[in-house]
């Protein structure tokens, strides 16, 4: 379907604006939820536009990693998903290091002929490719475009106003999906920007060259200073490494957690590490951002409007992951904007599904995950808690390789945390 273009209505236009473009889904947002929402909707037949704020050959601050789920869902997606892993480096498993400098290593299954378990891939590649291939399902991208507000709702359409920083442009869309990242403008144009900073994460990183003995493996530190959250080296190749910092926004403001000064820190002292980081050198500038975990977004809908990855929250609250909540949440909202493009209904009661089947999808994962960092938010009980727990799965890792192989499952989803909540795993935790 042809993307319209109409005159402007008079007193509608900004002062630059020509005519005004009508797409049937206006997607705010070129990342992996916008571009996925839009390849979904333009093979049903849907016009699609998208707007990226940024020019072509931008970088995103990310962590660079694509778990199982994520790397499964773009395969099933069929856009030539194998061209991409060769230029990634593909992840065996996952080793826990502490502050004493001992390891435990989790290898994580996979299936002969089956995609990696986990793979690295710089950001910036994969936002270009999904924008190529949403491109090439039909999808109109335009860069350098911000969204600015909604002009005006009306009954089968939202009329909404974009900006090059020079030149206007209208868009009159049936529904507007944001997926513009965790300070989402058309959540905030919508009034649906209230965040629960609770469960908010913190996050920085930097590129380092020169690192000695990078695996196949993440490498995830528990550090007693940043609980609940961690410090990673994910390599990107067998030289060079994403190494960064996470942890609960409220913490990090109660306990007057300054992130780059720990990710300093971490580099240069710790017992594991801090070796090996000798002869690195830092590629660029550290850099840090906010991570909307699960539950810090009360609502993902509204009339016209539904919000997904980074806007609606959909961010692992334990691992920090937020690129399979970014294609989960696309696929459920295309199923809720198929049904209402066929009926012709976009008010908040109808749109109001989406809420509902995001809460059904994520809860059992996301929102377990997010109890157990809450209690170990803890002011007096979490941080004693959280090392004591961490000594004890270390523990085990190293006797029981099925328990280390279920402990990494459970850090990145490849096996569903509600079982190990069965007795058998809290009896092996908690007593070996």
Not at 129 to 147: D, H, K, P, S, T
């Amino acid at each position: 379907m042809a993307v319209r273009r109409k005159k402007a209505p008079p007193g509608k236009a900004g002062p630059y604006a020509r005519s005004v473009t009508e797409p049937d889904v206006l997607i705010v947002g070129g990342g992996p939820a916008g571009c996925v929402a839009g390849i979904l909707l333009a093979r049903e037949g849907y016009s699609t536009t998208i707007l990226e704020k940024s020019r072509p050959g931008y970088h995103k601050i990310c962590g660079d990693l694509l778990g199982a789920r994520s790397l499964q869902f773009l395969h099933n997606l069929n856009i030539g998903w194998a061209s991409m892993l060769g230029q990634g480096l593909p992840i065996e498993g996952i080793q826990v290091l502490d502050e004493k400098g001992l390891r435990s290593v989790a290898y994580l299954e996979e299936e002969s002929g089956s995609d990696p378990v986990g793979a690295t891939l710089k950001r910036d590649l994969l936002d270009r490719f999904l924008q190529q291939r949403a491109i090439e399902e039909g999808c109109n991208v335009l860069y350098g475009m911000r969204f600015q507000e909604f002009v005006a709702r009306e009954d089968r359409a939202v009329l909404c106003r974009a900006s090059t920083g020079e030149e206007d442009t209208l868009f009159r869309a049936r529904l507007v999906f944001g997926a513009d990242g965790a300070w989402s403008t058309t959540a905030r144009a919508a009034g649906l920007f209230g965040r629960n900073s609770a469960v908010m994460l913190l996050a920085v990183r930097g590129y380092y060259r020169g690192i000695r003995r990078l695996r196949r493996t993440i490498e995830l530190y528990p550090l007693s200073d940043l609980q609940p959250g961690y410090a990673w080296v994910i390599p990107l190749s067998l030289d060079t490494a994403n190494v960064g910092l996470g942890i609960r926004a409220d913490v990090c403001s109660r306990d007057g957690v300054r992130l780059q000064r720990e990710l300093s820190r971490f580099v240069t002292q710790h017992p594991a590490l801090s070796q090996r980081m000798k002869q690195a050198t830092l590629v660029g500038a550290v850099r840090g951002w906010p991570l909307p975990a699960y539950g810090s977004v009360q609502r993902v809908s509204g009339s016209h409007l539904l919000l997904l990855g980074d806007a609606g929250g959909f961010v692992d609250p334990m691992s920090g992951e937020g690129i399979f909540g970014a294609l989960q949440s696309a696929w459920i909202a295309v199923g809720v904007a198929r049904d209402a493009l066929r009926r012709g209904v976009f008010g908040e009661r109808f749109l109001a599904r989406y809420d509902e089947r995001c809460r059904r999808y994520f809860d059992a994962d996301f929102g377990s995950a997010a109890l157990v960092t809450g209690f170990l938010a803890h002011p007096a009980l979490g941080k004693p808690l959280a090392m004591w727990g961490l000594k004890q799965v270390e523990k085990n890792c190293l006797l029981d390789q099925e328990y280390a192989r279920m402990i990494a499952g459970f850090f990145t989803g490849v096996c569903p945390r509600k079982r190990f909540l069965k007795p058998k795993w809290l009896v092996k935790t908690l007593f070996g």
